[in-house]
């Protein structure tokens, strides 16, 4: 926990905008990230409350209140639907507003420093979120074990971390078709990522303190 809230500290120093993602079925226990950003001041900060397409006008004004409340020093609390693509287009625009103009960092024809496998996982993890709800998605970590290319064929093998059996039988589901689905649609979107043809196996492991275990946070990125 203590490696995960020090990537978070680390993150808002270094920001030009913050954008502070919760939902209408939060549960309000970010106390200690809420006091940082409380604490905030030369940053613009931006709450952006998602999944207002699941609760009616009152729950989400309520929801709206609860956090200009919470962070009065916030620049602006946004109502927002990801899946519907309500508010989105809006906090882009916001984004690059406060994005301050500079030399590029990287050559134009460098579009990242990240390694493929770290853009396999997210495509993994991302379709995670789409097809699970609430917090299940939250408890997850993917990590990717091997990654081989040979000139026609990328063959990827993904490791979905869970913090409890129940949380595995979910992530996997009735007769395997959950995992089948994420998986499917990973390797669709790898396939159009890499251009190429992919290979993909996804195994669902359970590992009770990913959170707090130094060694498996390093992995998966948080140092």
Known sequence: HNAMMAFVYSSLEDADVILFVTDIYEKHDEEPVV????KTVDTPIYILVNKIDQADQAEVEAKLAYWKEQLPNATDVLPISALNAFGTERVLQLVLEHLPL????YPKDELT??????????????KIFKLYKKEVP???????????????????????YVERNSQK??????????????????????????????FLE?????????RTDAKALTRFGYQ
């Open 202 to 210: 996804l195994f669902v492991k359970v590992n009770e303190n990913w």
């Open 169 to 198: 039988g979910i992530i996997i589901g009735a007769k395997g078709e959950a995992l089948k689905k994420v998986g499917t649609w990973a390797r669709e979107e790898m396939e159009k990522f890499f251009q190429k043809k992919v």
């Open 102 to 105: 500079h030399p590029p960092y």
């Open 35 to 38: 006091e940082r950003l409380r």
């Open 138 to 160: 939250y408890s997850c970590e993917v990590a990717i074990e091997e990654f081989k290319e040979d000139d026609d064929i990328i063959r990827i093998r993904g490791v979905i």
């Open 113 to 126: 420093d990240k390694p493929e496998r770290f853009f396999a996982a997210e495509m993994v993890r991302e």
